[in-house]
């Protein structure tokens, strides 16, 4: 039975929005560390900014800088700071997964489209505007003073929609940021875009779709 959920969360970048953050480790780091060893960089780099999710929430300049001082001293490289500034600055004019407006448009004025994002309230909104689809609410980690993979983030959203997480559809690119949560808070549905940067978990998600434009079959449109 196709399950038809009162709201679709949404985790944003990677999941809707082209991810760039190897790009630009490879452009800042390229002239210092080999191409045999940037998948690695590159590894750390995402592992430092999952680990500075954890804690209390700062601002999410500051988890950037924060990794990026981090994966420089266990690499032994020259810190700059800047790149981390730069990163932040960046995130805005990111743009979406060419199969995203096709695959939201179906289904945005049949089911309220939600997202739930680690983006600062200043970044996200430029990124929305490109979905090519409306959102019936957007929330970000400074809005719920904590970052996913925290239950916190998500007890957030459900308290502002006045939902149970048993009535939502969650979508996503990422177990470690969201299904892995996801699947302890019970969401009534869990779908896994196949991007790429993670690999598939069957324990923590109902369904996997290679992109967003198979997601209106999902729920039946």
Request: glycine residues 8%.
């Amino acid at each position: 039975m196709t399950f038809r959920p009162k709201y679709i969360s949404f985790d944003c970048y990677g999941t809707l929005i082209r991810f760039r953050m190897t790009e630009m480790a490879q452009a800042h780091f390229g002239a210092r560390v080999s191409a045999e060893n940037m998948p690695r960089l590159i590894e750390d780099w995402a592992q430092y900014r999952f680990d500075e999710t954890l804690g209390a929430w700062k601002p999410y300049k500051q988890v950037l800088i924060n990794s990026v001082e981090r994966l420089c001293k266990r690499w032994g490289l020259a810190c700059d700071e800047a790149f981390g500034a730069c990163v932040y600055e960046s995130v805005p004019t990111w743009g979406p997964h060419d199969d995203v407006p096709g695959g939201l448009a179906p289904i945005a004025d049949k089911i309220p489209l939600v997202i739930l994002s680690n983006a600062s309230n200043d970044q996200i909104q430029r990124n929305v505007d490109q979905l090519g689809a409306p959102f019936h609410r957007v929330y970000t980690a400074e809005m719920a003073q904590a970052y996913k993979p925290r239950m916190q983030a998500f007890e957030y959203m459900f308290d502002q929609l006045g939902c149970g997480p048993e009535e939502m559809m969650h979508v996503s690119s990422s177990f470690r940021y969201d299904h892995n949560t996801a699947k302890d808070l019970r969401f009534g549905c869990q779908v896994f875009v196949g991007r790429g940067h993670e690999p598939s978990n069957a324990h923590y998600r109902d369904i996997e779709i290679p992109h967003i434009g198979c997601l209106p079959a999902v729920v039946g449109l």
